[in-house]
């Protein structure tokens, strides 16, 4: 008799182990501290472990593979049914224990270290805008405080920054003019930190082979190619393109029953990171369309009878089949066949 399958609550400090033979006889329910969890799975045969797909869990999944376990991602939202009235550590490794062994359940495919160091760029990038555009607000914010005020913009920036180096002007008193200033390089360095991130992302892009065919689709830049190529480590784990919109949460959300089919809003699940690449990138190839119709006969007809946000999301769901497509036959896009 030995422990088959474990249950694996990860925190920071403390992590909950619950463990059972074939038998499903429950055998192990403890607490590790972080320093004992290898040692405690180091002396144990080699077993199947299930953990939430949280934070630190790539990590630790890499970890304990290497001792030689199977080890087995899982959605929280999808473990969450499992768990049986309160919630508490060994509460939520018993459910990862059962949630794991069932037949249906959906896995998280393990990143290496090197697939989330390319992540990590997206989302130190993602910070910095949103910093960037704080301080941009604030700026605007605090001049208008003082009757100063521009045009929306790059060049009514330009024309507040202006303002705020040139001593001569009086309008600015000069606690305010200090306080602005540290603003001012505070925008500049913030500046300075994206646009060498954006760098790194360029390189890693022209050297990767999939985020080039996925930069060829219309609407999908350099930035949206790099994070799907990283984010999507094997394809394949998606049965078709369709599942692939649903992962990102482009698909109509149901509350559908008694044969009666209700559709909603998109769902919004996923990864909210792909989601708003995708459909940022549809806002520009809109309106390109109203520009041109003549070459976007589809969209044109579409924009006639729905919305705009609407055709946003159709038209950014369509995009992510595309890219599932590319990504999982290797093929590179064709647009004329895209279109018919």
Not at 55 to 72: D, F, P, S
């Amino acid at each position: 008799m030995q422990i088959t399958t474990i249950g694996l609550d990860i925190a920071k400090n403390v992590f909950q182990v619950h463990g059972i033979y074939a038998t499903e006889k429950v055998v192990v329910r403890k607490q590790l501290r972080r320093g004992q969890v290898m040692k405690f799975f180091a002396a144990l045969p080699p077993c199947l472990i299930g953990m939430e797909a949280c934070a630190t869990a790539h990590y630790w999944a890499r970890e304990l593979t290497k001792l030689g376990h199977q080890v087995r991602l899982m959605p929280a939202k999808d473990v969450k049914a499992y768990v049986k009235r309160n919630k508490n550590d060994a509460a939520d490794a018993e459910a990862i224990c059962e949630a794991v062994r069932r037949p249906t359940m959906r896995f998280v495919q393990v990143k290496s270290a090197e697939h989330q160091g390319r992540l990590m760029q997206h989302r130190a990038r993602d910070l910095l805008l949103r910093q960037q555009t704080q301080v941009i607000n604030a700026l605007r914010a605090h001049l208008a405080e003082l009757g100063i005020v521009a045009a929306q913009g790059r060049e009514g920036l330009k024309e507040l920054l202006t303002i705020i180096a040139d001593e001569k002007d009086a309008r600015l008193p000069i606690d305010a003019r200090a306080s602005l200033i540290v603003l001012a390089a505070q925008l500049q360095a913030l500046h300075t930190m994206i646009g060498s991130i954006e760098k790194r992302l360029i390189v890693q892009h022209r050297a990767n082979e999939a985020s080039k065919r996925l930069a060829s689709i219309h609407g999908i830049g350099i930035i949206g190619a790099s994070a799907i190529a990283a984010t999507v480590t094997d394809p394949k784990a998606f049965r078709s393109g369709r599942d692939f919109a649903a992962w990102i949460g482009l698909v109509p959300r149901q509350d559908s029953t008694g044969g009666k089919h209700k559709l909603g809003p998109i769902s919004k699940q996923g990864d909210r990171y792909l989601r708003r690449i995708l459909v940022v990138g549809t806002h520009s190839v809109l309106r390109r369309a109203k520009h041109n119709p003549e070459k976007y006969p589809w969209l044109t007809q579409l924009l006639a009878r729905r919305p705009f946000k609407v055709v946003a999301i159709a038209l950014a769901n369509k995009m992510a089949r595309i890219a599932w497509v590319l990504l999982a036959s290797g093929s590179h896009y064709r647009p004329r066949l895209a279109a018919a």
